[in-house]
């Protein structure tokens, strides 16, 4: 954590990191909680992008700042700058594409390579609006959330079920 004072007294700064194969819906889901916003036609991440958001719990100011990073090997920034100094991760995969969500256990151990200390960490699958064209149950995702002692909460950035709450609950862990 990294506590810094200002003139409005004390503040808390989180960072968090959103990781999951490439088109399973970490920027959708970040724009959704920081500003509202989904885009059906959103371009690959290429970098790092981040967005910090502000609440209040009990009384105190919290900010997150949140990191986005291409699922895409090749696209991908520096991993241990990534994930350097993260307190909380949302682990994401897609509820419709299975092979998202056989890529969980890579992502978990490159978080534990790469994180220097405990981590809030949620499991997430997203696009639970496409449960017509489900290809993982929500039994498999809970099983898997634990087996691993993480959070699981199934979101969709499209129609914003549950993406405020996953977000909070891994900020609320944290703090
Ligand atoms: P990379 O940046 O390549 O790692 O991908 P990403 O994980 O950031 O995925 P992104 O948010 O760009 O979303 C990929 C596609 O899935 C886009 O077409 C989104 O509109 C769509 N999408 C994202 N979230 C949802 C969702 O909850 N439901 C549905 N139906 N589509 C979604
Ligand atoms: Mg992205």
Redesign the pocket.
Known sequence: MDSSDDESGEEYLFKIVII??????????LTRYARNE????????IGVEFQTQTLEIDGKEVKAQIW?????ER?RAVTSAYYRGAFGALV?YDISRRTTFDSIPRWLDELKTHSDTTVARMLVG?????DNIRAVSVEEGKSLAESEGMFFME????DATNVNKAFEMVIREIY
């Open positions: 999951g194969d490439s088109a399973v819906g970490k920027s959708n889901l989904f885009n059906l036609h959103s371009k690959a991440t986005d990073t291409a699922g895409q696209f994401v997203n696009k639970c609006d496409l979101t969709s950035a499209l």
